[in-house]
């Protein structure tokens, strides 16, 4: 058993994060003041190959495993949460679908883009009535002759404003259940697609969260990624991809509320000493140490298991589910660590709080997380 | 076109070290290449981007730690590199003449057009490699460039360069090729390795080298300096606080200067 990252890993995450910290830690608070996605960030991240870091090299992606995405995920995620989720949600729900079952025509024109980063990509499945149950959609996908009209409306969905595609999971066999829904690759420009809400959010306010109306979107029947009815068998190949970006993403965002609480304690001084010489405020620290430790064990295990080509259900919502809670709980600690300053917008700790909310809700809930490992447990 | 790019892995202490000996403990020691040797390296892809058939060689002297700080330079696109080490060589100090020594055999071998060094190494400042070993090979140097024409290099086989000197009064100077210039920080804008980059530095050659495989031996890196002795020094602060009105303080720090000899008169 070999705890050690290979080389080539340990080089590629130490230049993701000097470039983080370089590039993205200056400006991590002001684009969530602004409410503004860095397009020239993602143009940066383009040049260095990030945008497509698990997507073959056949289709313009660097070829690494999910080991290699999951530690460039845990560093965007340590220096901005709102990066992390957009770029999360790009590769793991934009990109890896088209790849697992798309055509070798629909990867050229849909997923090479992605892959490169001259688009972003967005992945539609919430809707206002559907959220944990996934499956009670009513989005509706018709055919007519040889193409598929599509009506409906999609909530939550993240980077649709600034997509160049979205892949929407349609009903195309009403009452047929789980097995009636199938996949769209749908492009922004088409005819009746619209994003009728940029939500303003809690946190992560730089990478949007749309909803989008359909309305009699017309799609030729080439944009049917895989079979009619493979849609729900898809999502959930594809969620416990995702599920490991997302535990990668916690765990970043768990590391940087760990690393300025512990920086600030070192330095903050009350009563004579350094507040870390207490124990009040050495135990916090310790614990989440103790706790990034865990998140990043379970993602690197999941992370792995994928790379074996193992079923990896359990060890990816085991992975989300304890990395999310570790996220939100470091960032309270990392704000009660800084007193009155962590709760300031001039200090990091209030963005990490945040922004680690949502972990425990995208992707699955956590109570979901419980039902799925549950399951697995045989209970 | 052939360019040696010569590199150090060097050693970053935190902020709060202890020493052991001779050193600094090993604890509170990070090892990264050499800020002046990433510009270096920089300029040196960048020549190879602008012309045609430009090869770019890397050279360093260390240990096989150091692979993965020269991978680096691989990865930025530098095409192969060599590491130079042996028994012989781990000293607590390798002084500059040995350095030169070593790097001369190298140089020898490769037979390069242009040798670019950083102008110093973070960690032993010694500043002197580059300039001791164009002496050592007989070649024109130009130290502390902070620009060189390119252009003008490729085309005319002449480096014309800016020279930073004293009191921010800048040099121009034409050296002709085979030459050494050692490089100042500032002169460009080092990339960030691409991650296609750093995968493809993975399978570029690193040569080890043995000093019997340069044609030198044991006696030959006997270095001329030792350390004796390394210490922290006694720190002294004092610390004068001014209380007054803005032009009471200032005329009293006026005063203060002018005792103490800051600024002219």
């Known amino acids: 058993m070999d705890f050690e990252l290979p080389a080539e890993h340990r080089m590629i995450r130490d230049t993701v994060r000097e470039f983080c910290q370089e590039e993205i830690a200056p400006i991590a608070q002001e684009i969530e003041d602004e409410h503004r996605f860095p397009q020239e960030v993602f143009d940066q991240l383009a040049d260095l190959d990030v945008m497509g870091v698990p997507v073959s090299e056949e289709y313009g992606g660097l070829g690494g495993d999910q080991l290699m995405y999951a530690l460039v995920t845990e560093e965007l995620g340590r220096v901005s949460g709102g990066i992390g989720l957009s770029y999360a949600a790009h590769v793991s729900l934009a990109s890896k679908p088209i790849e697992m079952f798309g055509t070798e025509e ?13 688009a972003m990509g967005a992945w539609a499945l919430t809707e206002p009535g559907s959220g944990s149950d996934a499956s009670d959609m009513d989005t509706m996908a018709e055919r007519d002759g040889d193409e598929y009209v599509l009506n409906g409306t999609k909530q939550f969905i993240t980077n649709a404003s600034v997509a160049g595609s979205v892949l929407v999971k349609a009903v195309t066999e009403p009452g047929a259940g789980y097995d009636g829904i199938s996949t769209f690759i749908v492009d922004p420009e088409d005819d009746g697609f619209e994003v009728t809400t940029v939500w303003d959010k809690m946190g992560l306010n730089c990478s949007p969260t749309c909803e989008i109306a359909l309305d009699d979107v017309r799609v030729p029947e080439d944009r049917l990624l895989g079979e009619e009815g493979e849609g729900w068998e898809q999502t959930k190949k594809t969620l416990d991809g ?18 300025h609480a512990k920086e600030y304690a070192g330095e903050r001084e009350q009563f004579g000493q350094p507040i870390s010489k207490f124990d009040a405020i050495r135990d916090k620290i310790v614990d989440m140490h103790r706790k990034v430790e865990s998140a990043r064990l379970l993602t690197h295990k999941a992370a792995w298991t994928y790379d074996q080509g193992n079923e990896v259900n359990r060890e990816s919502a085991l992975a989300k589910l304890d990395a999310s809670e570790a996220a939100r709980e470091n960032a309270e600690d990392a704000v009660q660590v800084l007193g009155g300053y962590g709760y300031t917008t001039d200090f990091a700790p209030q963005r990490f709080y945040r922004d680690a909310k949502l972990m425990e809700i995208g992707e699955g809930t956590s109570e979901i997380q419980h039902l799925v490992i549950g399951r697995q447990l045989g209970l | 076109m052939k360019v040696l790019v010569t590199v150090k892995e060097v050693a970053e202490v935190e902020d ?21 040797d990433d510009y270096a390296v920089e300029e040196a892809v960048q020549l190879q981007e602008a012309g045609d058939d430009i090869e770019v060689v890397s050279v360093t002297i260390g240990p096989e730690r150091a692979e993965e700080t020269i991978r680096m330079a691989l990865a930025k696109g530098v095409d192969r590199a060599i590491r130079v080490w042996d028994d012989a060589l781990d000293q607590d100090l390798l ?28 960690d032993d400042a010694f500043g002197a490699t580059g300039v001791a070993l164009a002496e050592s090979v007989g070649q024109e140097w130009a130290a502390v460039v902070n620009q060189l024409d390119i252009d003008h290099l490729l085309a005319e086989n002449v480096a014309r360069v800016h020279r930073e000197l004293e009191g921010g009064v800048e040099e121009l100077t034409d050296v002709e090729l085979p030459a050494v210039l050692t490089i100042q920080t500032g002169i460009n804008e080092p990339r960030y390795a691409s991650l296609r980059g750093i995968r493809q530095a993975q399978s570029k050659e690193i040569a080890p080298k043995t000093l019997a495989d340069l044609g030198l031996e044991a006696g030959d890196v006997e270095s001329s300096l030792f350390l004796t002795e390394m210490y922290e020094p006694e720190s002294e602060s004092d610390a004068t606080l001014f209380e007054g009105s803005a032009e009471e303080t200032a005329a009293e720090l006026a005063s203060v200067l002018r005792e103490k000899g800051v600024g002219a008169e």
């Open chain 2, 16 to 36: 709060d070290f202890e020493i052991d000996g001779t050193g600094v403990d090993d604890r509170y020691l990070e090892y990264d290449l050499n800020e002046w």
């Open chain 1, 242 to 259: 995702g599920r490991i970006s997302i535990a990668a993403l916690s765990t970043g965002l768990a590391q940087g509320a760990y690393d």
């Open chain 2, 95 to 122: 002084d500059t003449a040995t350095k030169a020594r070593v790097f001369r055999a190298v140089v020898e071998e490769e037979e390069p057009d242009l040798i670019l060094t950083g102008v110093q190494a973070g």
């Open chain 1, 106 to 118: 629909q990867k050229a024109e849909w997923l090479a883009p992605l892959a490169s980063g001259d």
